[in-house]
C-alpha cells in the first residue's frame, strides 16, 4: 500500500449485516465460536464482529467478502488485553500471524490451549483414563439409594437450605422456594417442613425430624418480628442438606431428604476435608467483587465448596499430574472450568418448569451471589447432565476441536440461519517463542503473559492491533479470576504462569478508578509505539459514565491517537441477565484510530442524547473524534467537556 495507507474500514463497515449475525450470536456465543470458550471469562464481545472488522482490512478484494477463507497471510496482529481471545482466534482464522498479551495468567493459558491443535482421538483416550481414576477414588462419595427401592445409584445433585437465625435464638433454613420440580403431567415436587411431597402426599419424611423451612421472601420470624440474620460460622456449615435429586433405573426420578446412608457419606466426606489442603493457600484477597464474599464473614476460597466437592477436586488434580505432559493444561482448564458448576454458590433453576434440573452456574451474574438454595453438583454424574466433567469435556475440549479443524459461521436467509463451513481455514496455529519467528509462515501466535504497557516487541514492529479494554468500573476480571487460579495453581507445575502478576492490573480490583487512565493510557502509548506508522488500533469500548470517556479520551490523546471513524455495533442480547432492568447500553463504539492519517473533520455537540443505547453511543464516538483532533486542548478541559455533557448524576 501507499504511505498512507487507506482500508475499507477507514470509511465502510456493514453495520446492518454485522448487528444481524451479531443479534443471533450474542444469544448463544459459545455455540458460535466453541473452539473460544474452554474456561470461564468476562465480557466476550461478539467473534461475528471482530471478524468482519478483520475482513475490512484485507487489502485483496476478492478475499474481504465474509465468508472467503483467510484475507489476513502475511500480517501481524496484536492484542495487547487479550481476555476472552477472540481477536486471535478469528485473525489466525484468516492465515495472520498473532500476539497476545495479558497480565492475567488466564487469558494467557486458555489461548495457549485453544490455539494448539489437539488430535480428538489422542485426548478422547487421554480423557477416559483421567474420569475413570477420579471416579476410582471418590464415586462412591457421590452415590444414593432409590427411596422406593433401595438399590444403588449416582445421585444428580443435592440442595441445600441456608440456615439462620433470629432473636428468639430459633434456627431457620431459608430456601428461594419450596418448589422442587414440576412434572410434564402437571403434579409438583415440593418440600413442607423438610419432608418431600408430590402434589397432596408426602412421599418421603425426614428421618431426623421437621425442620424450619421458610421461603427468602418471608425477612422477619413471625415469632419475634426480627430479621433473620447469617450465622457467622464457615459457609459450607450455613449449608443445610434438604433434598436429594436421583434416577432409578427401575423407579425413575426422585426427589428424598437425605436418609442415614446419605448423611453418613457427608459425615464422612467432613472428616477427610481437614486434611485435603493447605488453608493458607486458599485465603481470599479483598477485592471490589470478593468484598461480597468479606462482608459475609467468607475469607477463604475452600469455604465455597462443599466436602465432597473438594474431595473431587483433590483426585481431579492428582489425575492431572497423571496424565501425559501435553495434555496437562487442556485437563486444569477442563477442571477448573468445572469448578465455576461446582461450589456451593451454584444456584437450582429446576423449580421453574421450563427448566426443570437446570443449574445456575457460580459466575451468572458476574459477581459473587450467595444462592438461599444452594445446588450441590454430581461432577461424575452421566453424560450430559448440565455441569458435568464429562459434558464439558465434549462441549469445551471435542466439540471445540471438531470446530477448530473445520469453523463455521451463520448465514441469515429471509430470516432463516444457514449453517457456512469456510473452508480452508482453521482455528489454531503454531505457538512461537519470539518476536523473530513471526516474520515468517502463517498462523503462529506468540503469547505474552506482563504488563502491556511494556511490551517486548520493536518499534513499528505490528499491522494492526485490535483489542477490547477493560471496562472502566464493576467488571472486577481479575478479582474474580482467583477464583479459579488457586486450582490452576494446584494442577499445573510452578513456571506455568506468574500469578502474582494481576496486582498490577488496571482492573484487579484493588486500584482506585483514577488508576484507569494511567495504566490504560501507558498501554495506548505502547500500541502507539509498536504499531506501524500506516496501522490501524481497533476497539470497542461503552459506558454511560462521563469519567469513563473522559479518561478514554485522555488515554488516547496521550498516545497521540486521533479518530479515523467509528461505528456503532449490536454488543449485548436485551435479555442478558446482566443487564435486564438495569439501564444498560447494548450497543458498542467501535473505534478506528492511527496515528497517521488525514484529520477527519468531528463536530461538536452541545448535548448527548442519553435516552436510547444506539444514539448515546453514537455522538459519545462523535465527540471523541472532535476532542481528540483539539490540539490545544488541556486534559482538563476534556474532563470538564464530558461532564458538560452528560448529567452529573450519571457521571
Known sequence: MSALSHYEIDDNFDVPFVDALARQEVYNKHHFRPNSYRHKWWARRCGTTFRAILKALVEDKTEREFYAAGGLAGKLILDPMLGGGTTLHEAIRMGANVIGADIDPLPILQSRATLTEISPSQIEATYTQFEAQIKRAVGDAFCTRCPACAVATPLRFTLYGQARHCACADTAVIVDTMTLRHNADGSRWHLVAGDVWLDGKCLYAREDGQIRLIERRNKRCKQCSKPFEERQERYFERCVPLAIFGKCAACGIFFKPPDMLDKARLHHANIQRASLYNRTEFEISAGPKSAHLHARNITNYLDLFSSRQLLFLAAAISAVQSVPRDMQLNMALLVSGAVEFNSLLCGYKGWHKKRSGAIRHTFVRHAYSIPYTALENNPLYGKNRSGTLHKLFQTRIVQAATWANRPIERKLNRNKIEQVPIENERDFGEEVASFSALKEGKRRFLLMQGDSADL????????????????????????????????????????????????????????????????????????????????????????????????????????????????????????????????????????????????????????????????????????????????????????????????????
Open 456 to 651: 517486548d516487541l520493536p518499534d513499528d514492529g505490528v499491522d494492526f492491533i485490535i483489542t477490547d479494554p477493560p471496562y472502566f468500573d464493576s467488571v472486577q476480571y481479575s478479582d474474580l479470576s482467583e477464583f479459579f487460579h488457586v486450582w490452576l495453581k494446584k494442577m499445573l507445575p510452578p513456571n506455568a504462569a506468574d500469578w502474582g502478576a494481576i496486582t498490577r492490573s488496571a482492573v484487579n480490583g484493588h486500584n482506585k478508578n483514577d488508576d484507569y487512565v494511567a495504566k490504560l493510557g501507558a498501554i495506548f502509548i505502547e500500541c502507539g509505539r509498536v504499531l506501524k506508522q500506516n496501522g490501524r488500533f481497533i476497539f470497542t469500548f461503552h459506558h454511560w459514565k462521563a469519567q469513563a470517556w473522559a479518561e478514554l479520551t485522555i488515554a488516547l490523546m496521550r498516545a497521540n491517537f486521533q479518530l479515523i471513524n467509528c461505528y456503532v455495533v449490536q454488543s449485548e442480547s436485551p435479555t442478558s441477565i446482566h443487564i435486564q432492568n438495569q439501564n444498560a447500553l447494548q450497543h458498542d463504539l467501535l473505534l478506528v484510530l492511527g496515528t497517521q492519517c488525514g484529520t477527519r473533520h468531528w463536530r461538536a455537540l452541545d448535548e448527548i442524547c442519553q435516552a436510547e443505547s444506539r444514539t448515546f453511543i453514537e455522538q459519545c464516538g462523535q465527540m471523541v473524534g472532535y476532542l481528540l483532533a483539539q490540539k490545544r486542548m488541556t486534559e482538563d478541559d476534556i474532563f470538564q467537556q464530558w461532564l458538560q455533557l452528560l448529567d452529573k448524576k450519571v457521571a
